[in-house]
């Protein structure tokens, strides 16, 4: 019985392209094997997709397009012969960007979206010929821009003032709303480190119905070429909330001119510097729901946060993420 893993040096599997990828292989076997040759596989790539849903009919049959390579190595760590029966581990050390190499371009962060996905994976392989199954390991590391590539200065976030009124709305409101009033102040951070939370602060100035929760959606845009088309596709990656009616269980209302902040961490795999590439670009946005409680909201429990209804009042903000040291 024979099996191998990879062990990278760093545990958070963060990578820069000027810095080595080091780790070890490390097989276990009952019994000496016999081998042609160990290898190590270094593969980057942007995987873009279309899918049904934000697509025309033709468009939905490319389904998967052809994915763009950021990088591909192959290197023999240990030549033809044997291993010896236990554990036995294999150092590595493997460069991404030679020195003098200029593609700082093609070195995208990596991210884990729904229509656009950039991944940097390490391979194993052991090959022992036709009468012996290879072994094989595979395990993903994460890439982030180089150091001498970021701003030298911090980059101070861009707080933008927004108002959301039943005038500021593209669809109607609850019919209580119009005749009773409704405002909400506030200012939010636009431009941020991915280091740091998206911050901010709103106020409840007046609202004739009750509120039942206050919510900060995360979004991501994603775009890719297909032929002459551009098509785009916009989904949610996670909702914070900034007040729930749980809060305040006297008299199930949020207080009227009482500052509320605003604080969301930015979850690392599915958010990256804002690209605009080619073949592709990504970018984000931030929604702001106040929801209303009202009976005809108990008819759509299922629906989705970010769809215009009658009880909840949006504001959307673009959100410019930049990697900083």
Known sequence: MSNVELKLSRLNRIYRPSEPLDGKIIIKSSSSISHNGVFLNVNGSVNLQIRGGSAGVIESFYGVLKPITIVKKRIEVR??????????????????????????????????????????????????????????????????????????????????????????????????????????????????????????????????????????????VESV???EKIVTETSLIQTTQAWNISHNIADGDVCRNMTLPIHVILPRLMTCPTIFAGPFSVEFKVTITISFQSEVCKLYTKSDPTTPRLWLAMETLPLELVRTK
Request: glycine content about 8%; charged content about 20%.
């Open 79 to 220: 030549a033809s012969g044997k291993i010896g029966s236990g554990t036995t581990e294999i150092p590595f050390s493997v460069k991404l960007r030679q020195p003098g190499e200029d593609n700082s371009e093609r070195y995208y962060e990596t991210f884990h979206g729904a229509n656009v996905s950039t991944q940097y994976l390490v391979t194993v392989d052991i090959m022992r010929g036709y009468l012996h199954k290879s072994l094989s390991a595979t395990v993903e590391f994460i890439l982030e821009i180089d150091k001498a590539d970021l701003p030298e200065r911090p980059i101070a976030p861009e707080m933008v003032i927004f108002y959301i009124t039943q005038d500021t709305q593209r669809h109607p409101l609850l019919p209580e709303l119009k005749t009773g009033g409704f405002r909400v102040t506030g200012r939010m951070s636009t431009h941020c480190s991915l280091l740091d939370p998206i911050s901010g602060e709103l106020t409840i100035e007046a609202s004739a119905v009750p509120i039942s929760s206050i919510d900060i959606h995360l979004l991501r």
């Open 225 to 227: 070429l297909l032929g």
